[in-house]
């Protein structure tokens, strides 16, 4: 695998169900994103992770919770979730440091479904 | 606040070009990113500006003036695989560098 592989590509759940969210980074990178994505509305970012501590935490209501469990790997638990939340969930990864670009990279987003 | 203004959609024909443009105000502006997303897919990185000028790369060129506060994207010789959205993202260093997306510009190539 390379790059920022995310899974599952397609997710639909009801408002009582629990699930998870995984991406996985091959690039060697010491960052890790969460963004949001709706129709009409600009990528919101959610969580950010550097060195595997959480250094970011976009006033995202607590029914998200992210886990970083180590530098290649980001997880997104969902529990009680709204029917608002349905949108494409992008992770994303990079280096962080004094770098020129240091650009992001991005998985290829799982669509989430809320019933 | 920090607030990225894009056009909603473009359209244009192939083999012509089309400039996107994208206007700013951010506090800690850190240098300006392009994506291109086509439905259903990742964004990928297109172009990075930090100082003022063009940065051209092949067909794709991006142009930033940080005290106009104001960024383009310019396509050449416009292919039908261009359809995609075109996000403009704006690096920030509030404690920690984060980008800024805006809503993102929709551009149809048509034959």
């Known amino acids: 695998e390379t790059g920022v592989t995310q899974t599952p590509r397609h997710l639909v759940m009801g408002m009582t169900n629990k699930k998870s969210l995984k991406c996985e980074q091959h690039?060697?990178?010491?960052?890790m994103y969460w963004y949001k994505q709706s129709a009409k509305k600009p990528l919101e970012l959610m969580f950010v992770?550097?060195?595997?501590?959480?250094?970011e935490n976009n006033s995202v209501p607590s029914r998200f919770s992210p886990e970083c469990p180590n530098s290649s790997h980001l997880f997104l638990h969902l529990h009680t979730l709204q029917p608002e939340d349905s949108a494409l969930y992008l992770c994303a990864s990079s280096q962080s440091g004094t770098g020129a670009y240091n650009e992001q990279f991005f998985g290829p987003g799982t669509r989430l479904t809320v019933l | 606040g920090q607030n990225i203004d894009q056009p909603t959609e473009m359209t244009a024909t192939e083999g012509a070009i089309v400039q996107i443009n994208c206007t700013y105000q951010t506090s800690g502006f850190n240098g300006l990113f392009w994506y291109q997303q086509h439905a259903g897919e990742a964004p990928t990185f297109l172009s990075y500006?930090?100082?003022?000028g063009l940065e051209e790369k092949g067909r794709f060129s991006s142009f930033l003036s940080r005290s106009k506060g104001y960024s383009y994207l310019l396509l050449k010789e416009l292919q039908m695989k261009d359809s995609a959205s075109y996000l403009c993202a704006v690096r920030v260093n509030t404690g920690f560098q984060k980008l800024v997306f805006g809503t993102g510009t929709r551009l149809l190539v048509s034959p």
């Open positions: 500006n930090v100082l003022d």
């Open positions: 992770y550097s060195l595997e501590e959480r250094v």
């Open positions: 690039l060697g990178h010491n960052a």
